[in-house]
């Protein structure tokens, strides 16, 4: 089985920072990052921002404050979130596709973390 756990959000005042994580664990042959995204009330979640390769996609809102990166040991997926603006407040969610064995069979599931909550104050 493989477990995502997502790490960092929080309440922080506009301009601010924050880092957010997912790291997943369990027995992994290999991950593709599908991204981060975001979802407020009453509307669809969003792209926030992919990591494929050495290749990073921003949506247009976050581009140049928001940084996606990976360790690759420690199969942890990060999102560095700064000059953070109030209609950054959203929760926030990791999404992995994750090749995996259980006992002798092979697996390959897309994982979404628990969601983090970012709150942006004014």
């Known amino acids: 089985q493989v477990q995502l756990v997502e790490s960092g959000g929080g309440l922080v005042q506009a301009g601010g920072s924050l880092r957010l994580s997912c790291a997943a664990s369990g027995s992994i042959l290999s991950i593709f990052d599908m991204g981060w995204y975001r979802q407020v009330p009453g509307k669809q979640r969003e792209l926030v921002a992919q990591?494929?390769?050495?290749?990073?996609n921003y949506a247009d809102s976050v581009k140049g404050r928001f940084t996606i990166s990976r360790v690759n040991a420690k199969n942890t997926l990060y999102l560095q979130l700064n000059s953070l603006k109030t209609e950054d407040t959203a929760v926030y969610y990791c999404a992995r596709r994750v090749e995996y064995l259980s006992g002798s069979s092979y697996f390959s599931n897309d994982y979404w973390g628990q969601g983090t909550q970012v709150t942006v104050s004014s």
């Open positions: 990591i494929t390769g050495g290749n990073t």
